[in-house]
């Protein structure tokens, strides 16, 4: 069973880049999306963003001039780059497989709290 | 595309049968997942391609429909179903935003 985590700063200074990653275990990148959705504090889902395992990227139009994912195959990881970040960008993210044949994200990352503020 | 899911909130007692909606503003065609997520925890696939179960899934969670009308049913509450439940689906055309609706908590009556 592919497991996936998130890992980077729980603060992020307004203005700044917020930086992301996700490790992904016990399977490959290959052949699927890697995706990255997050949820403000009592809010719903927003997706961000996926990374084809090719290296294609494809963003939310509402957060497009952005965002950043790459990918990383030789560490099994994939990432993400938010720039310019407000309080509005306070949220959990989080990193999900995406099925492209079913188009469901089928495996989740426990999630992060990001909070921006000075 | 927008997905409306109704109702916000489903109050329900355990053994009740629930019935959660979810509308699409342009059809989707069996494309649809459903999603369960309990406070503090990611969301979970239950169901994909409309009505098929995620492995593990219990088979009192059904889901239904195409087009622009989906429904998630869990025949009979459990306690650890009380949760937020939200539908999700792609605009056509290649690259196209992924969209998740607005949720429906269900909660315990």
């Known amino acids: 069973q592919v497991q996936l985590q998130e890992s980077g700063p729980g603060l992020v200074r307004p203005s700044e880049t917020l930086s992301l990653t996700c490790t992904v275990s016990g399977g490959s990148l290959n052949n699927y999306y890697w995706s990255w959705i997050r949820q403000a504090p009592g809010k719903g889902l927003e997706w961000i963003g996926y990374?084809?395992?090719?290296?294609?990227?494809y963003y939310n139009p509402s957060l497009e001039r952005r965002v950043t994912i790459s990918l990383d195959t030789s560490e099994n990881q994939f990432s993400l780059k938010l720039s310019s970040v407000t309080a509005a960008d306070t949220a959990v993210y989080y990193c999900?497989?995406?099925?492209?044949?079913?188009?469901?994200?089928?495996?989740w990352g426990q999630g992060t709290l990001v909070a921006v503020s000075s | 595309l927008v997905l409306t899911q109704s109702p916000a909130t489903l109050s329900l007692s355990p053994g009740e049968r629930a019935t959660l909606s979810c509308r699409a503003s342009?059809?989707?065609?069996?494309?649809l997942g459903w999603y369960q997520q309990k406070p503090g925890q990611a969301p979970r696939l239950l169901i994909y391609?409309?009505?098929k179960r995620a492995t593990g899934i219990p088979a009192r969670f059904r889901g239904s429909g195409s087009g622009t009308a989906f429904t998630l049913t869990i025949s009979s509450l459990e306690p650890e179903d009380f949760a937020v439940y939200y539908c999700?689906?792609?605009?056509?055309?290649?690259?196209?935003?992924?969209?998740f609706g607005g949720g429906t908590k269900v909660e315990i009556k």
């Open positions: 342009q059809s989707v065609s069996t494309y």
């Open positions: 391609d409309a009505s």
């Open positions: 999700q689906q792609r605009s056509s055309g290649g690259g196209a935003p992924l969209t």
């Open positions: 999900a497989r995406y099925s492209g044949t079913w188009v469901v994200f089928d495996n």
């Open positions: 990374i084809s395992y090719s290296g294609t990227t």
